[in-house]
């Protein structure tokens, strides 16, 4: 039996969509698979009602068959489905990584980027990168195509995840379809701003360079109470805040000392309009 965890992601941050996806230090998924002669699939924790056990829909399904790896898999979901924090991208991870290795396969992380995104697939319906590449290789990624580059960096975040769901597919259909070129200059500037800002564990630059005009705002409607939250992390100091990913998670850059305040802060914006939600105080961390 070969066990691995994977961390929840945030995807996009902002100015990089797509492209930018970051490892959260918490919370994370647990895979445990045993060889078989094929493949079932045993989901419990949280949200786990909501997850299909069944190989043909289950995200762990399409990555064990793309390593030819039949197995009992069992998956304790530390991550919410439809959060926004990369949950199936995790899970095909976790998954990609522990097939890998039962049944030897030799493959390296980065090797298994495009596999785990495979799995992933199955549940957003386009391959993208930016939540596996983060679960298996940590730290900051920039996913290109196929390309990935990471940077190691130590940057302390809040990620509020609220009582609401927004599917992936959703969250996709909201996107404009084009760019001016002013909001294209203004994207390019906030994405090598919080490049820049990752590669000196700068929380200020990080922050700055989440803010985008162009996808977020189209998302953030969806989100009830994302204005409120938005502000009630600014004031409480903040350094940027956007969606995570395709939402309803929405995620804060800050210095480490601002950290809890801008938890409770967001949980009570939450609150403003009715919506429980719950804070993780975490920050980039290993896949
Ligand atoms: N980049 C993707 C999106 C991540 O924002 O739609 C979600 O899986």
Redesign the pocket.
């Known amino acids: 039996m070969v066990t691995v965890r994977a961390p929840a992601t945030s995807?996009?941050l902002g100015s990089g969509?797509?492209?930018f996806?970051a490892a959260l230090d918490r919370p994370a998924d647990v895979v445990r698979v045993e060889k078989a002669d094929r493949t079932t699939i045993d989901v419990t924790g949280y949200g786990s009602e909501f997850i299909p056990e069944d190989p043909a829909d289950n995200t762990v399904g399409a990555v064990a068959e793309a390593l030819d790896a039949p197995a009992h898999i069992r998956i304790d979901k530390g991550i919410r489905p439809s959060s926004?924090l990369?949950s199936?991208?995790a899970s095909a991870a976790a998954a990609a990584v522990a097939l890998n290795e039962l049944y030897d396969r030799g493959l390296s992380r980065k090797e298994l980027v495009p596999i785990a995104g495979k799995g992933?697939a199955t549940?957003?319906g386009?391959v993208?990168l930016?939540?596996v590449a983060p679960a298996l290789l940590g730290g900051f990624t920039v996913a290109t195509g196929r390309d990935v580059t990471t940077v190691d960096a130590d940057i302390p975040l809040v990620a509020c995840l609220p009582e609401i769901a927004i599917s992936?597919r959703d969250?996709?259909d909201v996107?404009p379809a084009g760019a001016t070129m002013e909001q294209l200059v203004y994207t390019v500037g906030r994405a090598a701003t919080l490049t820049t800002g990752m590669c000196r564990d700068d929380p200020r630059l990080v922050g700055k360079g989440m803010h985008d005009r162009l996808?977020t705002p189209a998302?953030a409607d969806l989100i009830s109470g994302y204005d409120e939250v938005r502000e009630a992390a600014l004031d409480a100091g903040a350094t940027g805040v956007t969606?995570s990913?395709?939402?309803p998670g929405v995620i804060a850059a800050c210095y480490p000392e601002d950290r809890r305040s801008i938890a409770a802060a967001m949980v009570d914006g939450f609150g403003e309009v009715g919506v429980d939600s719950r804070a993780y105080q975490t920050k980039i961390g290993r896949g």
């Open positions: 995807a996009n969509f797509d492209v996806g926004g990369g199936s991208g992933e549940v957003s386009e993208h930016d939540n992936t969250a996709r996107v996808v998302r969606v990913g395709a939402g």
